[in-house]
């Protein structure tokens, strides 16, 4: 029903910053709950981020936390994920993800809508 495709994802030095996009199809984006998980090497699929349908809530996991922030933009059906004062152990692929319901949910199970990912590294 709706497909996401990730974008902006790169190399960057440790501290420094980018911004990830996820583009949605469909009329219907501003239904949907919306996340960001990300997942390295050997290591489970962490939630990083979630926000409400309309963009007024967010919820970050907490090694994130003052250095993400999320956001949407209805109008353009799209997601954001500003990253900044990047870490080495931020390197991952991060992923876009949606789900139907009220209220931000932090587990990936909840969501039913993947993108493929978009690969970050930050190098030290």
């Known amino acids: 029903q709706v497909q996401l495709v990730e974008s902006g994802g790169g190399l960057v030095q440790a501290g420094g910053s980018l911004r990830l996009s996820c583009a949605a199809s469909?009329?219907?984006?501003?239904?949907?709950?919306m996340g960001w998980f990300r997942q390295a090497p050997g290591k489970e699929r962490e939630f990083v981020a979630g926000?409400?349908?309309?963009?007024?809530?967010?919820y970050y996991g907490d090694s994130v936390k003052g250095r993400f922030t999320i956001s949407r933009d209805n109008a353009q059906n799209t997601v954001y994920l500003q990253m900044n004062s990047l870490k080495p152990d931020d390197t991952a692929v991060y992923y876009c993800?949606?789900?139907?319901?009220?209220?931000?949910?932090?587990?990936?199970?909840?969501?039913?809508?993947w993108g493929q990912g978009t690969q970050v590294t930050v190098s030290s």
């Open positions: 993800a949606a789900r139907i319901g009220d209220g931000i949910l932090i587990t990936a199970g909840g969501y039913g809508y």
């Open positions: 469909g009329r219907t984006f501003s239904s949907y709950n």
């Open positions: 926000i409400n349908l309309s963009g007024s809530r967010t």
